[in-house]
């Protein structure tokens, strides 16, 4: 008589027999979040205080507005003064330093708050509500990711969809081309559906697929509600835009940044944004009086600002299109919809501004006139355009300062949320402080949800920010909010109870010599009145506090390094590489970790055969039509440009080449700040050519392919310009003698952020 009886699985709740006759399933219950709203939430770049027209622009942005009219604008949202630790705390509830992204993506300088990676014990929004039946979708840029860990070979835990995102489809880097975007889909970069000679723009892509996404999710899993972040290049430099639409907002932009500050803060009284008597401080260091503007520059000025603006409406006429999905699909009153920025408008355009700025950070200076020819390819696709410092001071108006910074024209930046059925004083205002780190607690408090003690089996670190739910549904709500720190790259700051205290930083001096100022926010708006000396008390308690809050969130130590902590960590990278072989068939390799060209000698070789008939296309490229470096062959010969912000210096074979196998390639010798480039096919040198510019700070912010160029093209050929005889692997071996410019490679590194 047989014994046997089956093993019962421990925790599960049926009974397992010999046979289904004498077995019970169990099927367990999945939280499907019905009756969940939707979440949208929209992150632009660079944008400042004054940019949406609800914000007292004169530009426009009627969707944004119109967002704001079905609910409230924020007078009172502060952010980190830089986007990959904006990005950290809106994703986390945490602050960024804690979460270990204390500054840029780009590097890890070794301590716990500089991973340049958000920590597992830091659950993301994503995360944190996919238990609850949220499908997570994310379009457009990531940034919390290292640059060094975007390549094809990942490694993949720190991308979207291993942070709680279901589908991705955006870029991974700080900025990227609008018209030869790196573009990733989930894990696999890929190539974009067009180019600017097809009407490609980046924007457009990205709310195509955004509209994708909300489209078959409600085929899909109609029942279940979805979380979007939605985060454009808009308008992160390069800015680039449709020509009719830069042609347009020229003229909110002919009578200068004087007026339209006074303009933008005449409006902002009006609407009740910022308190009545609000002075505009003085203009920010080195800033000119319009009226001291030669006028042979007005033009150039006008047209580099009508550009950012450009980008910005654009976008909203494409965020029209997706909130237009949600409306005929009738979700769109039960989607909270957010639109914010992550920092404040950019200094990086420098007091003139750049037209291509790839040229300069390659220490080939772009002068005023050179700027001047060029001004009618601004927005173009061989332009990487920002603009002056008197247009960003503008954007900000009426704060102090920029992005970077810690002064409220860094930190302090536009806020929009509808949350239907919940605000009751839609177009309302709210002035209270809030922080991007109380963003997600709010959330969840509204949802009344918990973030997790346990997110896949690790621990989670306390949630830092504190909800402000209450005030989305009462204007007169009290909401206790405990003191809030800034830094970055040794600017600092303390908000406590309506007081602040915040000290500029000059890199490279000493951090004790910083001047602290004091300003009672409740009374002085835009920080235009410092009571440092009225209030030494209370000033050297909040420096104090600073302190502490500084250790208890991983701040210290203070490095106020640019270059250094990039260079360092390329080093670690890559260590002591200095021999790549890319074979046929490689797919897409970002800049960051393509071979490090800068400032060094280096030997490109393409082992190729030739069939009888002849063979054209490109061998291997890095970068596009700004700057970059392209192998190829054309009309029999080989021809190499060395594109240099536009500068193309070309070399050409003195012969064709032949039928039949061979190894081709050229051969760079730097001595000093002169470099000789070798052309070769086999043993025979084909070509040379002595030039003084050399990459020195950056190649391009686009990557490399072997056997085509995929974006605009670096050189003047069509891309992609596909090699039609048979390329078998590219060797690309770099030679021992890089010396870089860190204070250039500084100025070149803070404009990808």
């Not at 060395?642 to 080449?657: E, V």
Request: glycine residues 10%; hydrophobic residues 35%; aromatic residues 10%.
């Amino acid at each position: 008589m047989m014994t046997f009886n089956p093993t019962q699985p421990k925790d599960f709740p049926g009974t397992i027999g010999r046979t289904l006759a004498d077995s019970s399933p169990h099927f367990p219950e999945h939280n499907s979040g019905k009756g969940k709203p939707n979440i949208l939430m929209v992150l632009l770049d660079d944008v400042g205080f004054a940019d949406f027209g609800c914000y007292g622009a004169e530009n426009a942005t009627p969707t944004i507005d119109a967002i704001a009219q079905r609910g409230l604008r924020f007078s009172g949202f502060h952010t980190t003064a830089m986007c990959s630790t904006t990005r950290a705390a809106l994703h986390t509830g945490r602050n960024h330093h804690s979460v270990g992204v204390g500054c840029l993506a780009n590097f890890d300088s070794g301590f716990p708050g500089y991973r340049g990676k958000i920590a597992k014990e830091a659950g993301t929004l994503a995360e944190m509500l996919r238990p609850h039946g949220y499908r997570n979708y994310m379009v457009g840029k990531w940034h919390v990711t290292p640059l060094t860990e975007t390549g094809p070979t990942g490694p993949f835990d720190g991308w979207p969809l291993a942070r709680g995102f279901d589908r991705f489809y955006g870029f991974l880097d700080a900025e990227t081309d609008q018209y030869s975007p790196e573009v990733v889909r989930d894990n696999t970069h890929v190539t974009a559906d067009g180019t600017y000679w097809t009407g490609y723009h980046l924007t457009e892509d990205l709310c195509d697929n955004a509209i994708t996404y909300l489209a078959e999710h409600t085929a899909g899993a109609p029942d279940a509600p979805w979380f979007m972040l939605l985060a454009p290049g808009a308008c992160h430099a390069p800015h680039q835009a449709p020509l009719d639409i830069i042609n347009r907002c020229e003229q909110y932009y002919l009578d200068g940044w004087d007026a339209a500050r006074e303009r933008r803060l005449a409006n902002q009284i009006k609407i009740g944004l910022v308190p009545p008597g609000t002075q505009l401080p003085a203009r920010n260091d080195f800033v000119l009086a319009w009226e001291d503007v030669p006028v042979e520059q007005k033009p150039l000025f006008v047209r580099l600002m009508a550009a950012y603006a450009a980008m910005l409406e654009h976008f909203d006429e494409n965020l029209a299109r997706v909130i237009k999905q949600l409306e005929v699909s009738g979700q769109l009153d039960n989607t909270v919809v957010m639109v914010m920025s992550d920092n404040g408008a950019s200094q990086e355009g420098g007091p003139w501004g750049f037209i291509n700025a790839m040229g300069p950070f390659n220490l080939i200076p772009e002068t005023i006139e050179e700027k001047i020819a060029k001004v009618g390819d601004i927005g173009g696709p061989d332009t990487h355009s920002n603009f002056p410092w008197g247009w960003a001071m503008a954007a900000n108006t009426p704060l102090k300062r920029y992005k970077q910074n810690t002064h409220s024209g860094g930190i302090r930046d536009p806020f929009v949320l509808a949350w239907p059925g919940v605000v009751p004083d839609q177009g309302g205002l709210r002035h209270n402080f809030c922080h991007a780190i109380d963003l997600a607690p709010t959330i969840l408090d509204m949802l009344g949800l918990e973030a997790p003690s346990h997110i896949n089996g690790v621990p989670q670190m306390p949630i830092e920010g504190e909800s402000f739910a209450p005030l989305i549904g009462n204007a007169q709500a009290l909401v206790e909010r405990g003191p809030q720190y800034f830094e970055m790259f040794g600017h600092r700051g303390l908000w406590l109870d309506g007081w602040k205290a915040v000290a500029f930083h000059q890199m490279g001096t000493p951090f004790e010599n910083d001047t602290w100022e004091l300003y009672n926010l409740n009374e002085d708006f835009n920080e235009c009145h410092d009571l440092a000396q009225a209030e030494p008390e209370r000033l050297a308690s909040m420096i104090e506090m600073w302190w502490k809050e500084a250790d208890k969130h991983s701040v210290l130590p203070l490095d106020d390094r640019f270059a250094p902590r990039f260079a360092e960590n390329a080093e670690r990278h890559t260590g002591q590489r200095t021999n790549f072989t890319f074979w046929k068939g490689m797919g897409h390799l970002p800049s960051d970790v393509a071979p490090d060209l800068r400032s060094r000698s280096y030997t490109i070789s393409a082992f190729i055969d030739v069939p009888k008939e002849g063979c054209e296309g490109v061998l291997v490229s890095h970068g596009d039509l700004t700057s970059g470096y392209s192998l190829f062959i054309r009309d029999g010969h080989l021809e190499h440009d060395l594109n240099i912000g536009g500068s193309h210096q070309m070399l050409k074979s003195d012969r064709p080449i032949t039928p039949g196998a061979h190894t081709v390639g050229v051969r760079m010798k730097r001595v000093g700040n002169e470099g000789t480039l070798t052309m070769f096919i086999d043993d025979v040198v084909v070509g040379t050519m002595t030039t003084n510019n050399i990459f020195w700070i950056l190649i391009s912010w686009s990557g490399l392919d072997i056997g085509l160029d995929r974006g605009t093209p670096v050189s003047d050929y069509e891309s992609p310009f596909l090699f039609t005889g048979h390329l078998t692997k590219v060797e690309i071996n770099l030679d021992n003698d890089q010396v870089l410019d860190f204070h250039g490679e500084s100025r070149a590194t803070m404009a990808r952020d």
